[in-house]
């Protein structure tokens, strides 16, 4: 079996296809997809129940080393909606079921585990791709756990690990080294995206490393401390870093909600 589509490069092939259709679920013996030459996905489970009205899709799932930009048009074409495009390489075995409400909204639930190599992501609304290196993931269920994580975007190169809660509405831990942090440059990144469903509810919080970062005319050095994120509002408690030849030691909140940030310091 070929599928074709607009959005499609090739068409997805399908090795073969076996079905048990009942009224109330629809249930695929294991199969193999392609799409052209390059990327094998094995399917060893696959069902959609309640077909009629709220969708379930369960799909146990595997590649090794299969090209991103096809596994996202894969994933895609299952129902998956991922507001992604990317390039790079993949290696992935989870248990993914999906839930649709009748909509364009659906719950996502993924088990397993998987590997990104020399990746290139760009979320709805990024300005420039994340170019992530290396990083080794673990889902389990609605969250996923991100180590050996080695990425730049832009100007800003990031290694550590980060905890991923709730991928509707993502909830960030994380505890990062970054070389530098161009504040001008990392708002035009992400101007578009912050405006999307997904970062109206972004929230993030954690622990981070900066060797330097620049606001304007200004330059800070060796910024340390613990960063908390939401609802356009940045605080970072305790937070230390180096300002020529001097030092701060206290706190900062950074209000972004208005078109000029407002910015509030407690320390010494």
């Known amino acids: 079996?070929?599928?074709?589509?607009?959005?499609?490069?090739?068409?997805?092939?399908?090795?073969?296809?076996?079905?048990?259709?009942?009224?109330?679920?629809?249930?695929?013996a294991p199969f193999k997809t392609t799409l052209g030459s390059r990327t094998a996905v094995d399917i060893s489970a696959l069902s959609i129940s309640d077909y009629?009205?709220?969708?379930?899709?369960?799909?146990?799932?595997?590649?090794?080393?299969?090209?991103?930009?096809?596994?996202?048009?894969?994933?895609?074409?299952?129902?998956?909606?991922?507001?992604?495009?990317?390039?790079?390489?993949?290696s992935l075995k989870a248990v993914i079921d999906t839930k649709s409400d009748g909509t364009t909204n659906s719950d996502v639930s993924i088990s397993g585990q998987g590997r990104l190599q020399q990746a290139k992501l760009s979320p709805q609304g990024f300005?420039?791709?994340l170019e992530i290196n290396q990083a080794d993931i673990?889902?389990?269920?609605?969250?996923?756990?991100?180590?050996?994580?080695?990425?730049?975007?832009?100007?800003?190169?990031?290694?550590?690990?980060l905890d991923v809660r709730n991928f509707s509405r993502p909830d960030v831990g994380f505890d990062l080294k970054i070389?530098?942090?161009?504040?001008?440059?990392?708002?035009?990144?992400?101007?578009?995206?912050?405006?999307?469903e997904t970062a109206s509810g972004l929230s993030a919080s954690g622990k981070v490393w900066i060797g330097k970062v620049v606001v304007d005319n200004l330059s800070f050095t060796d910024v340390q401390g613990t960063?908390?994120?939401?609802?356009?509002?940045l605080k970072l408690d305790?937070?230390?870093?180096?300002?020529?030849?001097?030092?701060?030691?206290?706190?900062?909140?950074?209000?972004?909600?208005?078109?000029e940030p407002a910015v509030a310091l407690n320390g010494r």
């Open 238 to 259: 305790p937070i230390g870093l180096n300002l020529y030849g001097g030092g701060y030691q206290g706190a900062a909140t950074i209000d972004q909600k208005q078109k």
């Open 1 to 28: 079996l070929n599928f074709k589509s607009a959005g499609l490069p090739q068409a997805i092939s399908v090795s073969e296809l076996k079905l048990d259709c009942k009224p109330n679920i629809i249930t695929a």
């Open 127 to 129: 300005a420039k791709p």
């Open 138 to 161: 673990k889902f389990t269920g609605n969250s996923a756990r991100v180590d050996n994580f080695n990425a730049q975007l832009g100007q800003s190169a990031a290694s550590g690990w």
């Open 227 to 233: 960063l908390a994120y939401k609802d356009d509002i």
């Open 52 to 90: 009629a009205n709220q969708p379930r899709a369960h799909v146990e799932v595997s590649t090794d080393n299969g090209q991103i930009d096809d596994l996202l048009r894969i994933a895609e074409s299952f129902g998956i909606k991922t507001n992604l495009t990317g390039s790079g390489i993949a």
């Open 179 to 196: 070389n530098q942090v161009n504040v001008i440059e990392l708002q035009q990144i992400v101007a578009g995206y912050k405006s999307t």
